[in-house]
């Protein structure tokens, strides 16, 4: 097997292609961020309106704070209020659920008799 020999003139190409790249990466990155620099500085003159954008901001947040005040007292005041009553069509689809008959149903929650039936009819096939 034959030895792998580097010459002092091969060493000094590959470090040179590399000090080249190396400048090259060096030239784009100095490109690159003088050109950000010069957003950064366009970006400067702005700074002015930032106070006022801080005001309109505040603003907003105090307007934002009294609407979420005045919701929290509304739905207190729904909590607050009487649960409605159950519908009688609500009990008799329960009471067909649990299989109670027609007539069952139209007295317990005082519906017609052929409401009771057709309730009865549709509820009785859902359950498994």
């Not at 907003?60 to 207190?76: H, S, T």
Request: with cysteine; glycine share 8%.
């Amino acid at each position: 097997m034959e030895a792998f020999v580097v010459t002092w003139r091969e060493l000094l190409i590959v470090v040179i292609a590399v000090l080249t790249i190396h400048v090259a990466e060096l030239l784009l990155l100095l490109r690159w961020s003088g050109r950000l620099g010069a957003r950064f500085k366009r970006r400067g003159a702005d700074m002015t309106a930032e106070p006022r954008a801080i005001d309109g901001l505040t603003r907003e947040v105090g307007e934002l704070r009294k609407q979420v005040a005045r919701l929290q007292g509304e739905v207190e005041r729904l909590q607050a209020a009487p649960a409605p009553s159950v519908s009688p069509y609500n009990l008799a689809i329960q009471m067909a659920r649990q299989g109670s008959n027609a007539s069952d149903v139209a007295s317990g929650c005082g519906i017609s008799r052929g409401e009771a039936e057709l309730i009865v009819a549709l509820y009785r096939k859902l359950r498994i």
